[in-house]
Nanobody, 112 residues
């Protein structure tokens, strides 16, 4: 079974950037992958999805600021986050679309 591990989170000032990584323990080449975020007491929210063929969909809240990409040779999905805002503060997780397959998440905190 493929496991997902997120990394790259941290504390950043508003307007700054972070790049998150989602490393898989096996091949993800056939999977549609997505990034999500969740704040305490709230449901996980969709941010971006990249299909196995590279087709990308963003939620409007991050479109133009965040970029999802994948490197199947590294079994890794990335989320480049630019112009971060305090409201972006959350735990960011990656998952395989259509599967109950998630990483543990990485904390992103954006200070004002």
């Amino acid at each position: 079974q493929v496991r997902l591990v997120e990394s790259g989170g941290g504390l950043v000032q508003a307007g700054g950037s972070l790049r998150l990584s989602c490393a898989a323990s096996g091949s993800i080449s056939s999977l549609d992958m997505g990034w999500y975020r969740q704040t305490p007491g709230k449901q996980r929210v969709f941010l971006a999805r990249i299909s196995s063929s590279g087709y990308i969909v963003y939620d409007r809240s991050v479109k133009g600021r965040f970029t999802i990409s994948r490197d199947n040779t590294q079994n890794t999905v990335y989320l480049q986050m630019n112009n971060l805002r305090p409201e972006d503060t959350a735990v960011y997780s990656c998952g395989a679309f259509g599967y109950n397959l998630w990483g543990q998440g990485t904390q992103v905190t954006v200070s004002s």
